[in-house]
């Protein structure tokens, strides 16, 4: 997907959290993950609070692309890569792009792109031209399905538009594991067996590719075959090997297919992604990894981490004032006492879905519906999978981070999955931005940094008895907020009250942002203002003992920041489609 928004961090320390299969991910100590707490939620945790044997989230099964790739333009991928060099397309179409650009005469074009008369005429003559011209020429990515490549070099046609079915997929599994490009020409795989030799003949002839075989390599003299391979970034040489991308926007069959064919030419079954694979590619593990996630993760993933389980299920029998014994009994011994025992107690570390779900079956009807039942049955149907922590470790690195956003259809992604191997993280790129802006070092405010930093030299201000008044007003709030018992019955909790005026203030917003934009989409979603109200409100918390009300009224500069920041946003969603200042103007916000 296209890259909507990024932000650049600081220089920070590089830390890598490693799991338990193998799994890993760089981060600095500021990065979240996520975990799950004792009573079976799920939540965010920083770096910094990490450590081994801590439980975090990774995908148990991906959704495949619900518009899998169903061709490939070769043509345009070769052209994108810097591959066309030799390629030229045949095709009708050439006449007419030659046609439509000889102007008035076919001498005036060939002077145009520094070629010979003869040249061109012999172009024109044979339907014929290199791609590179022909892609300057007109748009290759609406190629005519009729158009084929070929090389001076090669004397048998490839088509430039060819199908993304099973057959090419496991071609391409199989050349993962057991394949190579020779001189930029020829793709070489090696082959054991006799039915996959006649798999890859009858798949060479399809395309019209020649082919040779030793008894050990097949050939496929292709160049156009052997710079597909290479445009689609599956590497040249053993070491060098990945998965194509592209592969991650295959149908489900052919996913399937690709993973067969690995497997055939015998690539690493093990899920830690050790063994050959490791050996040939340090990639290739952690891409196998992600493929096996379209297809959910085997036994390996099936235990879920008895710390979340353990509450739910005392709840639940707590409920009905049972022990251990009357419980399991209510259950009709479909989990013993002893594994009752051994949750409460901590004996054990883990426990397996089925048991899980015998649990829930068994369960009376009257809290089949409970909150606790609703939380175990999302760890067991649930698309996500939990692997334990082994060490977080300092690399020794201090390198600048970035947050990337990606925006497909319009949608927020709140989170994705990246790291060695496939490692669910949170995505902070709104929110950071949001706080650099509201931050911003404008020449004011370095003026004021200035001087009170002189101030601070000669001992004028004291900066820790402010900062420390800040600390407890902000605790002292949050505290009453979320009811802690220490302050519950000596302060009130106040909910923060929102106004007509922050509505109509946001539409205004709203307004003039559309009316800045020329086009009839937009590119940010309407949760963007939702992200707005609620970062009026929150700043409104710090204006709790201001009123004398039994609510917070949403404060007017907490407002004012809120909408800046919801301006700002959409302006870089819109790529500066629109000033800030133009619309805040227009507000009269500035």
Request: charged share 30%.
């Given at each position: 997907f296209e890259i909507t928004g990024y932000l650049k961090h600081p220089v920070s320390r590089i830390y890598?959290?490693?799991?338990?299969?193998?799994?890993?991910?760089?981060?600095?100590?500021?990065?979240?993950?996520?975990?799950?707490?004792?009573?079976?939620?799920?939540?965010?945790?920083?770096?910094?609070?990490?450590?081994?044997?801590?439980?975090?989230?990774?995908?148990?099964?991906?959704?495949?692309?619900?518009?899998?790739?169903?061709?490939?333009?070769?043509?345009?991928?070769?052209?994108?890569?810097?591959?066309h060099e030799g390629i030229f397309v045949r095709d009708l179409s050439v006449r007419e792009v030659i046609s439509k650009s000889s102007n008035p005469s076919l001498m005036d074009f060939s002077r145009r792109i520094q070629r010979s008369y003869a040249t061109v005429r012999h172009w024109n003559s044979n339907s014929m031209m290199p791609l590179s011209i022909y892609a300057e020429l007109m748009d290759v990515r609406g190629i005519p399905a009729t158009a084929v490549l070929y090389s001076a070099k090669m004397d048998r046609?490839?088509?430039?538009?060819?199908?993304?079915?099973?057959?090419?997929?496991?071609?391409?599994?199989?050349?993962?594991?057991?394949?190579?490009?020779?001189?930029?020409?020829?793709?070489?795989?090696?082959?054991?067996?006799?039915?996959?030799?006649?798999?890859?003949?009858?798949?060479?002839?399809?395309?019209?590719?020649?082919?040779?075989?030793?008894?050990?390599?097949?050939?496929?003299?292709?160049?156009?075959?052997?710079?597909?391979?290479?445009?689609?970034?599956?590497?040249?040489?053993?070491?060098?090997?990945r998965v194509p991308s592209a592969v991650f926007n295959f149908s489900k069959g052919c996913v399937k297919a690709f993973m067969e064919g690995y497997l055939s030419a015998g690539g690493c079954r093990s899920l830690k992604g050790e063994g050959v694979a490791t050996a040939l590619s340090r990639h290739l593990p952690s891409d196998k990894m992600y493929l096996q996630s379209f297809f959910g993760h085997d036994e390996f993933f099936d235990d879920v981490p008895a710390m979340a389980v353990k509450e739910l299920v005392y709840a639940l029998r707590r409920r009905h004032n049972l022990s251990q014994r009357a419980f399991a009994k209510l259950l009709g011994n479909a989990v013993s006492r002893s594994f009752i025992a051994d949750l409460e107690t901590g004996r054990c570390r883990a426990v397996k879905r089925s048991t899980l779900l015998r649990l829930i079956e068994a369960l009376p009807s009257d809290l089949s519906f409970s909150e606790e039942v609703c939380r175990l049955r999302m760890l067991v149907f649930g698309d996500l999978a939990w692997d334990e922590v082994v060490e977080v470790v300092d690399t020794g690195l201090e390198e600048p981070t970035y947050d990337i956003e990606v925006r497909p259809e319009?949608?927020?992604?709140?989170?994705?999955?990246?790291?060695?191997?496939?490692?669910?993280?949170?995505?902070?790129?709104?929110?950071?931005?949001?706080?650099?802006?509201?931050?911003?070092?404008?020449?004011?405010?370095?003026?004021?940094?200035?001087?009170?930093?002189?101030?601070?030299?000669?001992?004028?201000?004291?900066?820790?008895?402010?900062?420390?008044?800040?600390?407890?007003?902000?605790?002292?709030?949050?505290?009453?907020?979320?009811?802690?018992?220490?302050?519950?019955?000596?302060?009130?909790?106040?909910?923060?009250?929102?106004?007509?005026?922050?509505?109509d203030l946001i539409e205004r917003a709203r307004d003039a942002i559309l009316e800045c934009i020329p086009r009839e989409h937009v590119t940010f979603s309407a949760r963007l203002e939702d992200r707005a109200i609620r970062f009026a409100c929150a700043a409104s918390l710090l204006n709790y003992f201001s009123s004398d009300l039994n609510y917070i009224p949403v404060g007017d500069d907490a407002l004012k920041y809120a909408v800046q920041l919801y301006v700002e946003e959409a302006s870089v969603r819109s790529r500066q489609e629109f000033l800030p200042e133009e619309v805040l103007r227009k507000i009269r916000l500035v």
């Open positions: 890598e959290v490693r799991l338990r299969s193998g799994r890993r991910v760089r981060v600095t100590l500021g990065h979240s993950l996520f975990t799950i707490s004792k009573d079976g939620l799920i939540k965010s945790v920083p770096t910094s609070k990490l450590k081994p044997g801590d439980y975090v989230a990774i995908p148990r099964r991906l959704p495949a692309n619900p518009k899998p790739l169903s061709k490939l333009n070769v043509a345009w991928l070769l052209f994108k890569n810097n591959l046609d490839f088509p430039a538009l060819i199908d993304v079915d099973e057959d090419f997929a496991w071609i391409l599994g199989f050349y993962a594991a057991r394949g190579e490009i020779i001189h930029g020409r020829y793709v070489r795989l090696t082959v054991k067996k006799p039915e996959h030799e006649k798999k890859i003949v009858r798949f060479a002839e399809k395309l019209g590719v020649a082919v040779s075989y030793d008894g050990r390599f097949i050939v496929m003299h292709s160049m156009v075959l052997a710079r597909l391979i290479m445009a689609l970034g599956a590497g040249v040489r053993r070491h060098e090997k319009g949608r927020a992604i709140e989170n994705f999955v990246g790291g060695y191997g496939g490692i669910i993280l949170h995505n902070s790129a709104v929110e950071d931005r949001m706080l650099c802006r509201l931050h911003r070092l404008t020449k004011e405010r370095f003026i004021e940094i200035a001087q009170s930093q002189r101030r601070l030299a000669f001992g004028e201000i004291d900066t820790e008895k402010g900062a420390r008044r800040i600390r407890d007003h902000v605790t002292l709030v949050y505290a009453i907020e979320t009811g802690h018992p220490l302050v519950r019955d000596r302060f009130p909790k106040k909910p923060v009250m929102i106004t007509p005026k922050a509505y």
